[in-house]
C-alpha cells in the first residue's frame, strides 16, 4: 500500500449516544472504522456525538447511561486507543464554537432540503428544533476543526458530506484562503442496511426494538427478530437486487409495483445480503438458487451466523462494563489530543475572519 505525499489522511466519524449499537451501524460505517485504524494511509478518529443527539427527543436521566453505553461499545467492537482517537464532542467546546461562524456562511436553505431534516422533524413534530436544522452544520464543524478529508460514514450521512464540502469552499472563498479540505465519504459495500420492520426504510433506533439487531443482543433475541422479519411471503425473487435498487430510487407513482411486493421484496434481500456478509461463501446463494427460499433454514442459519460473529463483542461489553472509569479515561485522553488540533484551527480561523 502507498502512502501519497508520505502523509497520512486524516479520517473522522462520529456516532450519536442514543441507543445501542446496531448491525446497520456495524454494516455501514463501525467496520470500516476498526479496519481502517490499522490502514497506514489514515490518522483516524472516532468520537461520541452528544452535541448533535440532544436534538432528539431524549430523557436527560438516560444521556449519561447512553454515552458511556456507546464508549463501551466503540471499544468491544475493537477501536483500539493505541490507533484510534477516542472522544466525546462535548469535551471539545470548539466544535461548536466553529459551527456558529459555519452558520453564518451556510444557506438556510441548503439546510431546509436536507433528507434527514424533513424526516425527523416529521418523526417528532412537537420538537422541530434549530438543533434538528442546524445538525448538519454542527457535522461540518466536526469533521472540518480537524482538517478531516475521508469520512467513514453509511449512505444516509453522505448528503451531510456534501454539505460540509459546500461549507468549506464558502469559507475558502470567503476569506480568500485555501484552509478547509473537501472531505470525502468513505463507504462499504453495505452502505445501506434494511429494517427488519420495515425494509423499505434504514435498520434505525428510532424505527423499534423489533426493526434493529443490537450487536449485543443474545443468540436467541438475534433469532426471535430475525423470524420476525418481513420478507416476501411465497420465497419467490421476482426482482433482482439491482431491479429493486433501481425501482426504489424512482417516485411511487412511476413504480408499477405496490409497496407491499417492493417491501416483501427488499425484505428478502436483505436477509439474503445478511448472509452473504456474515455466512460461508455460497451458503446465500445456495438459497437464491434453490427458490423458493426455504425461510424455515435461511432464517435460523443466519440467526446463527450473526450471533457467531460478535459473540466477542458481547463478551468484551461484558468485561469493560466492569471498569467504567477506564472507559472514561480512555475518551478523556483521546479528548486531551483532539482538543489541541482543534484550539490550533479556531486560533487560526478567528485570526482569518478578523476578530482577533
Ligand atoms: P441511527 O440511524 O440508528 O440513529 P446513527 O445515526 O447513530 O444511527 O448512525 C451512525 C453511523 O451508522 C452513521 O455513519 C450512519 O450512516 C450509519 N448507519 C446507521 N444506520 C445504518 C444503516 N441502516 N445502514 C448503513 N449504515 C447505517
Ligand atoms: N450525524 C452522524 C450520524 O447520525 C453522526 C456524526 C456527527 C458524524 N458528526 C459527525 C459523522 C461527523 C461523521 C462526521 O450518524
Same mark, same amino acid.
Not at 468485561?319 to 467504567?324: G, Q, T
Given at each position: 500500500?502507498?502512502?501519497?505525499?508520505?502523509?497520512?489522511?486524516?479520517?473522522?466519524?462520529?456516532?450519536?449516544?442514543?441507543?445501542? /449499537?446496531?448491525?446497520?451501524?456495524? /454494516?455501514?460505517?463501525?467496520?470500516?472504522?476498526?479496519?481502517?485504524?490499522?490502514?497506514?494511509? %489514515?490518522?483516524?478518529?472516532?468520537?461520541?456525538?452528544? %452535541?448533535?443527539?440532544?436534538?432528539?427527543?431524549?430523557?436527560?436521566?438516560?444521556?449519561?447511561?447512553?454515552?458511556?453505553?456507546?464508549?463501551?461499545?466503540?471499544?468491544?467492537?475493537?477501536?483500539?486507543?493505541?490507533?484510534?482517537? &477516542?472522544?466525546?464532542?462535548?469535551? @471539545?467546546?470548539?466544535?461548536?464554537?466553529?459551527?456558529?461562524?459555519?452558520?453564518?456562511?451556510?444557506?438556510?436553505?441548503?439546510?431546509?432540503?436536507?433528507?434527514?431534516?424533513?424526516?425527523?422533524?416529521?418523526?417528532?413534530?412537537?420538537? /422541530?428544533?434549530?438543533?434538528?436544522? #442546524?445538525?448538519?452544520?454542527?457535522?461540518?464543524?466536526?469533521?472540518?476543526?480537524?482538517?478531516?478529508?475521508?469520512?467513514?460514514?453509511?449512505?444516509?450521512?453522505?448528503? *451531510?458530506?456534501?454539505?460540509?464540502?459546500?461549507?468549506?469552499?464558502? %469559507?475558502?472563498?470567503? %476569506?480568500?484562503?485555501?484552509?478547509?479540505? =473537501?472531505?470525502?465519504?468513505? !463507504?462499504?459495500?453495505?452502505?445501506?442496511?434494511?429494517? !427488519?420492520? #420495515?425494509?423499505?426504510?434504514?435498520?434505525?433506533?428510532?424505527?423499534?426494538?423489533?426493526?434493529?439487531?443490537?450487536?449485543?443482543?443474545?443468540?436467541?433475541?438475534?433469532?426471535?427478530?430475525?423470524?420476525?422479519? /418481513?420478507?416476501?411471503?411465497?420465497?419467490?425473487?421476482?426482482?433482482?437486487?439491482?431491479?429493486?435498487?433501481? !425501482?426504489?430510487?424512482?417516485?411511487?407513482?412511476?413504480?408499477?409495483?405496490?409497496?407491499?411486493?417492493?417491501?416483501?421484496?427488499?425484505?428478502?434481500?436483505?436477509? @439474503?445480503?445478511?448472509?452473504?456478509?456474515?455466512? *460461508?461463501?455460497? =451458503?446465500?446463494?445456495?438459497?437464491?438458487?434453490?427458490?423458493?427460499?426455504?425461510?424455515?433454514?435461511?432464517?435460523? &442459519?443466519?440467526?446463527?451466523?450473526?450471533?457467531?460473529?460478535?459473540?466477542?463483542?458481547?463478551?468484551?461489553?461484558?468485561?469493560?462494563?466492569?471498569?467504567?472509569?477506564?472507559?472514561?479515561?480512555?475518551?478523556?485522553?483521546?479528548?486531551?489530543?483532539?482538543?489541541?488540533?482543534?484550539?490550533?484551527?479556531?486560533?487560526?480561523?478567528?485570526?482569518?475572519?478578523?476578530?482577533?
Amino acid at each position: 500500500m502507498t502512502i501519497s505525499n508520505n502523509r497520512r489522511k486524516t479520517l473522522i466519524s462520529g456516532i450519536q449516544p442514543s441507543g445501542q /449499537v446496531h448491525l446497520g451501524n456495524w /454494516v455501514g460505517a463501525l467496520k470500516n472504522w476498526v479496519r481502517l485504524q490499522d490502514d497506514p494511509n %489514515y490518522e483516524c478518529s472516532i468520537f461520541v456525538a452528544d %452535541y448533535h443527539s440532544l436534538s432528539g427527543d431524549y430523557d436527560p436521566q438516560d444521556k449519561r447511561r447512553q454515552v458511556l453505553e456507546i464508549m463501551t461499545e466503540l471499544l468491544a467492537a475493537g477501536l483500539d486507543p493505541e490507533k484510534c482517537t &477516542l472522544f466525546r464532542q462535548s469535551d @471539545i467546546p470548539e466544535h461548536t464554537e466553529l459551527c456558529w461562524i459555519f452558520n453564518t456562511l451556510t444557506p438556510l436553505s441548503f439546510l431546509e432540503r436536507m433528507t434527514q431534516f424533513k424526516d425527523k422533524s416529521g418523526q417528532q413534530d412537537r420538537n /422541530v428544533n434549530m438543533g434538528l436544522l #442546524d445538525y448538519p452544520v454542527l457535522q461540518a464543524a466536526d469533521i472540518l476543526i480537524h482538517h478531516g478529508e475521508a469520512v467513514p460514514v453509511g449512505r444516509d450521512q453522505v448528503q *451531510h458530506v456534501e454539505l460540509t464540502r459546500d461549507v468549506a469552499r464558502f %469559507y475558502n472563498r470567503k %476569506y480568500g484562503v485555501d484552509y478547509f479540505p =473537501e472531505p470525502e465519504p468513505y !463507504l462499504t459495500d453495505t452502505p445501506k442496511l434494511r429494517s !427488519l420492520t #420495515d425494509p423499505l426504510k434504514k435498520m434505525s433506533k428510532s424505527l423499534g426494538e423489533k426493526s434493529y439487531i443490537a450487536l449485543s443482543d443474545e443468540p436467541d433475541v438475534i433469532l426471535k427478530k430475525i423470524k420476525g422479519a /418481513v420478507s416476501e411471503t411465497e420465497g419467490r425473487l421476482t426482482l433482482t437486487e439491482a431491479e429493486l435498487d433501481e !425501482l426504489l430510487t424512482k417516485p411511487l407513482e412511476e413504480r408499477g409495483l405496490d409497496e407491499e411486493t417492493l417491501r416483501g421484496q427488499a425484505g428478502v434481500w436483505n436477509l @439474503i445480503g445478511l448472509l452473504r456478509l456474515f455466512g *460461508h461463501e455460497g =451458503e446465500a446463494q445456495r438459497f437464491v438458487d434453490s427458490q423458493p427460499i426455504r425461510y424455515g433454514e435461511l432464517k435460523p &442459519l443466519l440467526a446463527e451466523r450473526i450471533a457467531e460473529r460478535f459473540a466477542d463483542f458481547r463478551e468484551r461489553k461484558r468485561e469493560l462494563e466492569a471498569y467504567p472509569d477506564r472507559v472514561l479515561k480512555i475518551f478523556a485522553a483521546g479528548a486531551e489530543r483532539a482538543r489541541e488540533t482543534a484550539r490550533k484551527t479556531m486560533e487560526e480561523v478567528r485570526r482569518t475572519i478578523g476578530i482577533r
